[in-house]
């Protein structure tokens, strides 16, 4: 396996039925990463061991996926200089407004690029990792094209079969 670009990075075990999707998107534009839970809360030491390494060891961008009093992003991003991508996960009593809120509401200086709340931001998540690797690399440049072409068929197939139906 190749040396990880993409930490992927969850608050619980129960985020992954979401998370997956991430993951998924990374194997398909052939991207190498790593993927482990650990918490801001529950593993606080370890987290921010995590984020202090994670440039020296070769990631280029990190993505963190947390719910309810989601800081988990938070907390990396101020260990780190490395991109940080925010991931809100659904669930708990607000079904995830309070993690969406809790990720993208950092302060000035300490970034986190949040994504959509759930299945749609682990997918995305992935696809910006992706992009801001591709900016100097090619061959993914060339992937990510041929994906927005690729959505771009598959409406226009659906457009046409609506066509078929009216
Ligand atoms: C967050 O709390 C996790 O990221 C998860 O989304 C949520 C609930 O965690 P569990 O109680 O299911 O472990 O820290």
Same mark, same amino acid.
């Given at each position: 396996? @190749? /040396?990880?670009?993409? #930490?992927? &990075?969850?608050?619980? $075990? ?6 997956? %999707?991430?993951?998924?998107?990374? /194997? ?13 809360? %529950?593993?606080?030491? %370890?987290?921010?061991t ?9 990631? /280029?961008?990190? &993505? ?12 990396i991003? #101020? ?10 996960? /659904?669930?708990?009593?607000? $079904?995830?407004l ?5 990720t ?5 200086? &300490? ?6 709340l ?20 090619? #061959?993914? %440049? ?16 659906? @457009? ?7």
């Amino acid at each position: 396996m @190749d /040396k990880p670009l993409v #930490g992927i &990075i969850m608050g619980s $075990d129960s985020d992954w039925s979401a998370m997956q %999707r991430c993951v998924e998107t990374l /194997k398909q534009f052939g991207v190498a990463f790593e993927a482990h839970v650990m918490s801001a809360h %529950r593993t606080p030491e %370890r987290a921010a061991t995590y984020a202090a390494q994670a440039e020296e060891r070769g990631l /280029k961008v990190l &993505i963190c996926a947390a719910g309810m009093a989601a800081h988990l992003a938070g907390v990396i991003a #101020g260990h780190t200089t490395l991109p940080v991508i925010g991931v809100p996960m /659904k669930g708990g009593a607000m $079904d995830g407004l309070d993690a969406l809120l809790a990720t993208v509401q950092m302060p000035g200086g &300490i970034p986190v690029a949040t994504v959509a709340l759930g299945n749609a931001g682990a997918t995305n998540a992935a696809v910006l990792a992706v992009q801001m690797l591709a900016l100097s690399d090619a #061959g993914l %440049r060339a992937k990510l094209h041929a994906q927005k072409s690729a959505m771009e068929a598959k409406v226009a197939e659906a @457009d046409a079969k609506l066509q078929t139906l009216l």
